[in-house]
Nanobody, 126 residues
Framework: QVQLVESGGGLVQAGGSLRLSCAASGRTYSSYAMGWFRQAPGKEREFVAA?????????RYADSVKGRFTISRDNAKTTLYLQMNSLEPDDTAVYYC??????????????????WGQGTQVTVSS
């Protein structure tokens, strides 16, 4: 089992920044990749960013956040981050971190992730 707990969400004005954190515990050694997803009201959960957990490389981003968001992790491999800059009202959503167990490729499909956090709300006002 892998336990994931997000924090750092909140209310911010358009153009502002937030940094989300995801504390990972349990059998994190079994995770091949970690990622961020988001879900806005009435919409499906969508991919935001992901990276290979152990090597810290192979970062992938959704086109909508490329150049504005940065995914990273600490060297101790206990926390995943999402730095969000130049936030827009369309970024408003509940943000989730997730762990992918299957090795081979960092995926962008929510169904291929095995463990999920409870989510943190991000609201961007115009």
């Amino acid at each position: 089992q892998v336990q994931l707990v997000e924090s750092g969400g909140g209310l911010v004005q358009a153009g502002g920044s937030l940094r989300l954190s995801c504390a990972a515990s349990g059998r994190t050694y079994s995770s091949y990749a970690m990622g961020w997803f988001r879900q806005a009201p009435g919409k499906e959960r969508e991919f935001v960013a992901a990276m290979a957990w152990w090597t810290g490389d192979s970062a992938r981003y959704a086109d909508s956040v490329k150049g504005r968001f940065t995914i990273s992790r600490d060297n101790a491999k206990t926390t995943l981050y999402l730095q969000m800059n130049s936030l827009e009202p369309d970024d408003t959503a509940v943000y989730y971190c997730a762990a992918q167990i299957l090795a081979g490729i960092v995926t962008t499909t929510p169904g291929k992730y095995d463990y999920w956090g409870q989510g943190t709300q991000v609201t961007v006002s115009s």
